[in-house]
């Protein structure tokens, strides 16, 4: 019993391992929640947005990930304290924000908690800049009662000592956002906090390495009813290689909308959605995974569903379009 639970524990920190190299949850949807990657992006609506995802990646792959979360935004007296004129550069504003976010993958579970909060400086009166930080913690966990292992006396062997590590975490952004165009950088899990994980017989310890984005995107008018915004995602973290996506979305009255990205060396991607009543956004993509996985996979599904929560008629804010 004591050589498998050495082996048991020797798994787990492998499964940690991989769980360590691929920290920040993968989402095709960012480009209607840039939230999720750059806290830069905080309160740069006029209205405070509420957003929750759902993703099922490489469906029919035993244990595969399912990431979710769940996010929510506003600026703070964004208008108040001025009138707002056509031609006026406005004042500078503080917004604030929240993120519940989650993986499963197998026994491997992975939930984060984390608040935000940017402060944003009108450049002219339709540029702005803002610099944000998400501040929280990220708890990982195997579920040891889901590893077993046939025994030829007949029974699993199994763990009962769930192994669990938390740390503080903290990400920082930089967003530069006009009425047609976005660009942003940012770093996730800046503080590169050491993991200690223990399961009763030894412990292992990885990083929360830092993430690197870099996005940037211009929406161009075809007509009154048609926009155009190509856009570009560029992720690393050491020692992965570089990930590229590019990206092509087209929207019709602020109404429908739809597009494609491909991601290099990894998947090929449709998206499309809604809004309703101006305050509804519903949006679904489907990943076509082009590496080896797809012969194992039937590919990827994300769903995200939008709520604005208007505190002031005023006009829609340029996020609408990213």
Known sequence: MKQNSILVGSLIFSLLKVTFGQQQGQYSMYMV???????????????????????????????????????????????????????????????????????????????????????????????????????????????????????????????????????????????????????????????????????????SRSRLNRHYFFTAGYRIKVDSNWSLVPSLMVKGIHPAPISVDLNCKVRYKDMLWGGFSWRNQDAVIVIVGFTWDKRWDIGYSYDYTTSRLGQYSSGTHEVVVGYRWHHLKHEPAPAQFW
């Open 33 to 203: 929640n840039q939230y999720l990657l750059n806290p830069g992006v905080t309160g740069t609506e006029d209205y405070a947005d509420i957003k929750a995802g759902f993703r099922g990646q490489w469906v029919g792959l035993s244990d595969a990930p399912n990431s979710y979360y769940l996010t929510g935004h506003t600026p703070v007296g964004k208008h108040l304290g001025h009138k707002e004129h056509e031609g006026v550069k406005p004042l500078p504003w503080h917004s604030l924000g929240g993120m519940i976010n989650g993986e499963n993958t197998g026994p491997l579970n992975k939930s984060g908690v984390y608040m935000s909060y940017a402060y944003h400086i009108p450049l002219r009166t339709d540029m702005n800049i803002s610099l944000g930080a998400f501040i929280g913690g990220q708890q990982y966990r195997v579920r040891t009662e889901q590893l077993r292992f046939d025994s030829r006396g007949g029974q699993d062997n199994v763990l009962t000592q769930n192994a669990i590590a938390t740390s503080p975490d903290g990400s920082v952004g930089l967003w530069l956002y006009g009425k047609n165009v976005f660009t942003g950088i940012s770093s996730l899990q800046v503080f590169n906090n050491k993991i200690d994980v223990s399961t009763g017989q030894e412990a």
